[in-house]
Every structure is written in structure tokens, then in C-alpha cells.
């Protein structure tokens, strides 16, 4: 294997592994296995598990997503529960995701890492979506983007990622109705 | 210590374990440790350390919680929403519950007894503070009692277990008059 794909089957197996055995019984052993590399190709790249996992949530974090700009706080809302149903439907987002929040709350370094790439994101899309409404006098001037992503992401991550239930068709067009309600309440 | 009381000590020792390091890395050993009692003490009473949380589980789902009844839909989401942030701002609360709703999704028979705990008592409270609006023509006849338990604890969940920032003065407040304008848009 190239250089190149070592790193790349190490980055995928470690997502892999993340989502199998979650963060506490992960080992480098069981990476390099899953990769099909030497356990020495994984310390070659990365000290430790939690070196590697900080490593991969601040490249997903530099990804980003772009604010949704279709010039109505609906159209916005919609969009903004569309990606986020995307993300936490899949398999090894809804796994891994609950994961790193759990050991967040153990290890500062993942909760600093965790809140970079899933969370400021996230407020720096409410903030625009927020200040884009109150501009056009959807949103009072000077809404809270917090409580916004409170009542957008709130609902669908309860659903999606806590109780684990399947969602009717509609859904997500009746949560951005009932998040804008809830919003201009 | 007396049978009685040796029990008790394991079954806060679990708690706290699993508070401190978690299900994935939670020993009999360590449990014991905590407990200060002998290891055999604690497998004379469970056979393995997910018996003995799947136990510890169904005893805190039949305390229960009692649905409010206030008289009105916004005086019932409010009592809810007070008992789930006292619940997920209890230290203990808000780091076992996210975890084993995490090895939830890895073994079924956790799946089982952290809905049965967690989710089912919340979905019959959500069910009967939904019918007796519903009877008082505060909410439309047939309204989806997990479509209302989504909008009313989900952004409490996300603020809280998710986020972990401090809410504002008011939050609850401004939540539930949120929550019911979500509910009847």
C-alpha cells in the first residue's frame, strides 16, 4: 500500500472500530487489524487511540457545512433537519457521535476536540440562518441562536439518536413548522 | 454489614462506577472496590456486571414517575420538563444515562431495559398529559404523544446531555410556552 492509503485504511478502520466496540474498548491492535496494517503503522502516525480520534473529528470538523441560504427561514429550517437526518441516520454517525459525547464528558481533551467539530459548526449555521431571518423580519432582532438549535436539532436528535424510533413520512416537514412556531413563540 | 445493606452499597457502587468510568470499562472488581465488599459478595448476587445494570435499570423504572396534572397543557409540559432537567442535571444521571443509551445500540437486552426505563414511563406521562389536553380542547383529538414528547424533551435533552452549556434564566419557562406553540402549529 502507498503511504497515502495506509493513513486512509487506518482513518476508515478507526471509524469502523468506533462505531463496533466504541471508544473505551477500542485498541490500536483491533485498527490495525480491521486496516490490514502493522500495529507500528498506526504509532508511526499517532501516539494513542485518543490522539488518532482527535485527529479524525477536527478533519471532519475542517469539513464544515455551509449555511443553507434559500431565503426563507422555512426553506432554511428544512434544509438545516435534512443534513442533520442525513448525518444521524447513518449508521456510524448515530454511533459514533453519542460515543465521543459520552467520553466527553470524562476527557476534556475530546469534549474541546467533540465541541469544535459538531457543535460550533452548528451555532455558526444558526447564527446566520437567525441573522438572515431577523433581517428579513422573520426573527426578532437579536434571537438567541442557541435556543434556535435548541428547537431545530433538539427534537430530531431525540428522535434519531435517543429513542431510536422510526420517523412518519412528514416528518421533518412538520418539525421545521412546529421548530419556526416554537422560534417566533 | 447486614445482607440487606451489602446490596444496597453494591448498588450504589454501580452508579457511581458507572458514572465515573463508564459501562465499557465498569469491573465487578472495581464495582466491589467501591463498595467495600469482596467480589464473591457481588456475584453471589449477580452473575455479570450487564445483569446486575439491566436489574438496576428495571428497579429505577418502577419508581416510576407520576404524569402531572395541573390542570392545563402548559402547567403539565412545564412539571415534565422540570423533572427531566433535575434528572439530567444530576451528575450521575446526565453521565450513566447517555452511555448506556450508547451500549444500548450494541446489545439489545440494554436496548430493552433502558426503554423500558427511560422511555416507555416518559412515553405513558407524554400519552396522558396529551389525552387530558386533548379532552380539555387544548390540543386536536388524536394528537402524537411521541411527536409531543420530541418537541417538548428533546431540546431540553440536547441542551443539556448534548450541548452542556448552561441555560439562561427563564429556560424552562420559555421552553414550555416553545414546546406548545410547537405542538399546536
Known amino acids: 500500500m502507498l503511504r497515502e492509503d495506509v493513513t486512509e485504511a487506518?482513518?476508515?478502520?478507526?471509524?469502523?472500530?468506533?462505531?463496533?466496540?466504541?471508544?473505551?474498548?477500542?485498541?490500536?491492535?483491533?485498527?490495525?487489524?480491521?486496516?490490514?496494517?502493522?500495529?507500528?503503522?498506526?504509532?508511526?502516525?499517532?501516539k494513542s487511540k485518543l490522539a488518532l480520534v482527535l485527529d479524525l473529528i477536527t478533519a471532519v470538523a475542517a469539513e464544515g457545512a455551509p449555511a443553507p441560504d434559500t431565503g426563507s427561514l422555512h426553506g432554511d429550517v428544512r434544509a438545516l433537519l435534512e443534513v442533520a437526518a442525513a448525518a444521524l441516520s447513518h449508521p456510524v454517525a448515530s454511533q459514533v457521535v453519542p460515543d465521543l459525547l459520552v467520553e466527553a464528558a470524562r476527557h476534556p481533551e475530546?469534549?474541546?476536540?467533540?465541541r469544535g467539530a459538531l457543535l460550533d459548526g452548528r451555532q455558526g449555521v444558526a447564527a446566520r440562518i437567525v441573522r438572515a431571518a431577523a433581517e428579513r423580519g422573520?426573527?426578532?432582532?437579536?434571537?438567541?441562536?442557541?435556543?434556535a438549535l435548541d428547537l431545530v436539532l433538539g427534537p430530531l436528535y431525540w428522535?434519531?439518536?435517543v429513542v431510536r424510533t422510526p420517523v412518519p413520512d412528514g416528518y421533518l416537514d412538520d418539525l421545521a413548522r412546529s421548530a419556526i412556531a416554537a422560534l417566533t413563540a
Chains 1, 2 share one sequence.
Open 10 to 46: 487506518i482513518r476508515a478502520a478507526v471509524f469502523e472500530e468506533l462505531a463496533a466496540v466504541g471508544f473505551a474498548r477500542m485498541s490500536i491492535e483491533g485498527i490495525a487489524r480491521r486496516a490490514g496494517v502493522g500495529k507500528t503503522a498506526v504509532y508511526r502516525r499517532w
Open 159 to 161: 428522535r434519531l439518536a
Open 138 to 147: 422573520e426573527l426578532p432582532e437579536g434571537a438567541d441562536p442557541d435556543r
Open 110 to 114: 475530546i469534549a474541546d476536540a467533540v
